[in-house]
């Protein structure tokens, strides 16, 4: 599945500490000097990017992105599990070795009726059942207007214009697929302004969400200054759908369509089968075979359990994603006195004032060390910086066409190997993991609770779905809540495992590193 927005990021962008050495680049005995200003002083960044509490005090933008189920068309969740399999027939799906179940801990899921072997394409969605972005303009017949928009508000549009036809009965061909589409799908859209700041509070997916609420709200904005007759709520539940649902073709070079059928499938993570057009026909090729009765999974995509938590409302528990992260912001300092040059270099280079980099259970991507020795270094000469970044992020100071692809790859830890050094040898080396031990000791200090009682609240039972209420998503506020409570809990515990990690590997490189630079010093 796919998903529309920027990566969670702490904005944690200004560090205190540029430091030198006789050399001219780094020295960590600067750095130490000016840390503690840094620590008290957050969050300021080159490039204007608003602070996380900034974005996330604006109070009312998020409050407004909660909707009632009275905004939500009526037809929407109306269609019985018998009506929707008669359309599916009727749009020729062919015969199927999965059927779908209601009741199950993910809501509707597609359960297997008979073996499955590891490898077959299941599913067999025609092309003509998929809801493009293309058959949306030439559905919704709503004119040019319609066609300029953004393929997701395209697709918004489109949802919610058929959404609020079900109740003069005038929906068109896709009108059964969207009575049977969930109301609710307990994404970040869907949640009380408090809890999001309550519950996300310290991690970096607490500005993912407020970024992810505040560009729906804009989209909104201007779909509606084209089509006002189209109501706040439905659109709110269309890109509540979208972000859930939505799935990026890879054969269709990257299209975006809402796959009947195949929307069903659940996630689960390490899951390596994909749901792509083969053909005419979007399939689902399985990683692993299954036994009748089992639930066929799909994957969303290698995706952190905060992503999965902002987009589909869900959180594996803590140990099961091997693909959590965290988002490690870091940037430019702003008083830095070549704040500006630096910040220039980086852009001439194709990079950013600030960086997010992935902090992982099994480490960390080298290149984050690199951009920490640029931003914190100080030559004598602005004309330096454009050496020593380019000595940074590729390892030559010569500059050339194929400088450009390895630091594209720098934040996504692509460029590897020799390309790029960490400024200021030893000295720099030591500098850098200080920056990142501090980064970390911040980010773990930023949870509210302590770390037993997120552990407890992660492993909180979560709440059944029952009966009628796993079709259209719609649950009591009891039940939300603690589902949204056990699930922030896992992202908070995951993300603290990964800063608790990275801390203590980075303090133990530390020490390695000071004993070998007093060895050095010891042999001079
Ligand atoms: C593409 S839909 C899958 C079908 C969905 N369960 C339904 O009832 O319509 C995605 C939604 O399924 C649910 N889901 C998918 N995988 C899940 C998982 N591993 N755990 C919990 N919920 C999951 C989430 O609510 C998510 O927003």
């Known amino acids: 599945m796919a998903r529309a927005t920027a990566r969670a990021s702490t904005r944690r962008g200004a560090r205190e500490g540029r430091a030198r050495d006789g050399e001219g680049n780094l020295a960590r005995e600067d750095y130490r000097r000016r840390r503690g200003r840094g620590r008290r002083r957050r969050a300021g960044t080159i490039g204007g990017a608003a602070s996380t509490e900034e974005t996330t005090s604006t109070r009312g933008r998020a409050e407004s992105a909660r909707y009632d189920d009275a905004e939500i068309p009526r037809g929407v969740g109306s269609a019985t599990k018998a009506e929707l399999a008669r359309w599916l027939e009727g749009r020729r799906l062919p015969g199927q070795k999965m059927a779908l179940e209601v009741n199950l801990a993910e809501g509707r899921g597609l359960v297997a009726t008979e073996e499955i072997k590891r490898g077959e394409a299941l599913l067999g969605v025609p092309r003509t059942t998929l809801i493009t972005v293309e058959r949306a303009i030439a ?20 949802l919610a214009q058929q959404a609020l036809a079900l109740e003069s009965g005038t929906a068109g061909t896709f009108g059964e697929y969207i009575r049977a589409l969930p109301r609710r799908t307990g994404s970040v859209l869907d949640w009380p302004e408090d809890e999001v700041d309550k519950l996300l509070k310290g991690s970096p997916s607490r500005l993912a969400a407020a970024e992810r609420q505040d560009s729906v709200n804009a989209a909104i904005d201007e779909i509606r200054s084209y089509f006002p007759e189209i109501t706040v709520g439905a659109l709110r539940w269309a890109f509540d759908i979208l972000f859930s649902r939505l799935i990026r073709l890879d054969a269709m070079g990257g299209e975006l369509a809402l796959v009947p059928w195949a929307d069903m499938l659940n996630h689960k993570p390490g899951c390596a089968a994909f749901i792509d057009l083969n053909g005419d026909a979007v399939n689902l090729t399985t990683d692993r075979s299954y036994v009748k009765g089992e639930q066929v999974w799909a994957s969303y995509g290698q995706r952190p359990s905060s992503e999965l938590l902002i987009s589909y409302g869900f959180a594996p528990e803590v140990g099961e994603n091997p693909d959590d992260e965290y988002a490690l912001t870091l940037g430019v300092d702003v008083n830095d006195p070549l704040a500006d040059a630096k910040a220039q270099v980086l852009r001439d280079m194709g990079l950013s004032p600030v960086e997010t980099f992935p902090l992982r259970l099994n480490g960390y991507p080298r290149q984050l060390l690199q951009y920490a020795s640029f931003i914190l270094c ?6 330096e910086l454009k050496g020593l970044a380019q000595s940074a992020f590729t390892g030559s100071a010569n500059i050339g066409q194929s400088i450009f692809d390895s630091v594209r790859g720098l934040t996504n830890g692509k460029a590897r190997g020799k390309q790029g050094v960490i400024l200021g040898g030893v000295a720099g080396e030591i500098a850098v993991r200080e920056m990142l031990a501090d980064l970390c000791a911040e980010a773990l200090s930023a949870y509210p609770n302590t770390l037993e009682k997120d552990k407890g609240l992660a492993q909180g039972r979560m709440p059944d779905f029952p009966g009628a209420d796993a079709w259209t998503g719609v649950a009591p506020d009891a039940i939300r809540a603690t589902q949204r409570s056990v699930s922030a809990a896992r992202v908070r515990v995951s993300e603290r495992r990964i800063l608790a990690k990275t801390d203590s590997e980075v303090r133990l490189q530390l020490r390695k590193l000071k004993q070998k630079s007093l060895m050095d010093d010891f042999k001079q």
Not at 139 to 158: C, D, I, N, R, Y
Not at 378 to 383: G, Q, R, T
């Open 139 to 158: 559905e919704a017949k709503l004119g040019p207007k319609h066609a300029e928009l953004q393929e997701w508000s395209v697709l918004a549009t489109f």
């Open 378 to 383: 100080n030559p004598e000469k602005p004309s």
